[in-house]
């Protein structure tokens, strides 16, 4: 079993900057591709960025140019850097982790989430 916590949400005005960042624990052998996914109300969720192990990233369009996405391997985190946010980057962020795990197969998890509020 694997375990993320997240943490860097919070409330912040149009403009403005926060970071997340997502731990992995537990029983890892390695840790796959690592992302950041968001759902608004109403809405369904949807991917924000990836990252792979080798550092290849993928982004949302509508937020590229302003966040940026990056791990450290050997703590087992992801930073999601959220800057010049904007109203409709308001939504639940949730860190996902791809791993194989010491026993088992290949498998995925997900954090709680993290609130993101961008308000004036």
């Known amino acids: 079993q694997v375990q993320l916590v997240e943490s860097g949400g919070g409330l912040v005005q149009p403009g403005g900057s926060l970071r997340l960042s997502c731990a992995a624990s537990g029983s890892i052998l390695s840790i796959n591709a690592m992302g950041w996914y968001r759902q608004a109300p109403g809405k369904q969720r949807e991917l924000v960025a990836a990252i792979t192990y080798g550092g290849t990233t993928n982004y949302q369009n509508s937020v590229k140019g302003r966040f940026t996405i990056w791990r450290d391997n050997a703590e087992n985190t992801v930073y999601l850097q959220m800057n010049s946010l904007k109203p409709e980057d308001t939504a639940v962020y949730y860190c996902?982790?791809?791993?194989?795990?010491?026993?088992?197969?290949?498998?995925?998890?997900w954090g709680l989430g993290t609130q993101v509020t961008v308000s004036s």
């Open positions: 996902n982790v791809e791993y194989t795990p010491r026993i088992g197969r290949r498998s995925s998890s």
